[in-house]
T-cell receptor
Framework: ETGVTQTPRHLVMGMTNKKSLKCEQHLGHNAMYWYKQSAKKPLELMFVYSLEERVENNSVPSRFSPECPNSSHLFLHLHTLQPEDSALYLC???????????FGPGTRLTVL | GQQLNQSPQSMFIQEGEDVSMNCTSSSIFNTWLWYKQDPGEGPVLLIALYKAGELTSNGRLTAQFGITRKDSFLNISASIPSDVGIYFCAGQLNSGTYKYIFGTGTRLKVLA
């Protein structure tokens, strides 16, 4: 695998379900990010991790819970989501904060 | 808060034509990135710009970092059908921070 990978690519869940999104970067980067992409809106930064330490929680509801066990892996744990949380969730990584961000293919999440 | 105005929002062009799009802001940026996103995929980095006035090419794509540092332009020459997609700009306000402001995208459709 190369670049940034995300699984699953598609996820449908009910409002009472618990699920997790996974991201893995194969670039040797030190920073990882979660973004939310909704139709006709700019990308919204959700969480930032640098060397496994969270450096940003951009006023994201607690029903989204990130986890970064090491610099290559990032998870987004989901529970009791709302239909308005349906969106494309993108993971990105960068060498450091100065560098370009490289994105994964995203997980298309639908909350019923 | 800071925002990027990206224009045009969408455009139809004939195959072989040149395309221009731009991002403007009232804020000053230190870095500009241009991405392309295909349907169902994550954004792919096309060009990165680091200095005011910088002009950088990637094949048929050319991007420029505006002299005022408040804008950036992307040109695509001799468009082909696979240029279809959404093009995003992203500006980094301060070097060494992870925060990029993203434009809302230009949707490009190429008519063969």
């Amino acid at each position: 695998e190369t670049g940034v990978t995300q699984t699953p690519r598609h996820l449908v869940m009910g409002m009472t379900n618990k699920k997790s999104l996974k991201c893995e970067q194969h670039l040797g980067h030190n920073a990882m990010y979660w973004y939310k992409q909704s139709a006709k809106k700019p990308l919204e930064l959700m969480f930032v991790y640098s060397l496994e330490e969270r450096v940003e929680n951009n006023s994201v509801p607690s029903r989204f819970s990130p986890e970064c066990p090491n610099s290559s892996h990032l998870f987004l744990h989901l529970h009791t989501l709302q239909p308005e949380d349906s969106a494309l969730y993108l993971c990105a990584s960068s060498q450091d904060f100065r560098g370009e961000q490289f994105f994964g293919p995203g997980t298309r999440l639908t909350v019923l | 808060g800071q925002q990027l105005n990206q224009s045009p929002q969408s455009m139809f062009i004939q195959e072989g034509e040149d395309v221009s799009m731009n991002c403007t802001s009232s804020s000053i940026f230190n870095t500009w990135l241009w991405y392309k996103q295909d349907p169902g995929e994550g954004p792919v980095l096309l060009i990165a710009l680091y200095k005011a006035g910088e002009l950088t090419s990637n094949g048929r794509l050319t991007a420029q970092f505006g002299i005022t540092r408040k804008d950036s332009f992307l040109n695509i020459s001799a468009s082909i059908p696979s240029d279809v997609g959404i093009y995003f700009c992203a500006g980094q306000l301060n070097s060494g921070t992870y925060k990029y402001i993203f434009g809302t995208g230009t949707r490009l459709k190429v008519l063969a």
